[in-house]
């Protein structure tokens, strides 16, 4: 596909989803030079102690976060015996 805009819903399905929709280069550039100046803040500025943290422009993820998988719980071998022995 071809002289499609960034902008369009194929190029974000294309870049990873629905939350990349609107996301052309003009956007993500702005993200940068946001960041950009917020680090050069935090680098030159005359803090006390400790610079403090300024957050970073929020961006569309490339993979959504998956909920923590369950911990399992081993099996032993009586387990599986007792299991199959019902039977």
Do not use: C
Not at 49 to 74: G, I, L, V
């Amino acid at each position: 596909m071809q002289r499609l805009p960034d902008t369009s819903m194929t190029a974000a399905l294309a870049n990873g989803g629905l939350q990349h929709f609107g996301w052309g280069v003009d956007r993500h550039m702005r993200a940068d030079t946001y960041d950009a100046i917020n680090l050069q803040t935090r680098a030159t500025g005359n803090w006390g102690k400790k610079p403090p943290r300024f957050p970073e422009w929020p961006r569309p993820n490339d993979k959504p976060k998956a909920a923590e998988p369950a911990p399992k719980k081993r099996v032993s071998v009586a387990d599986l015996h007792a299991r199959f022995s019902r039977r």
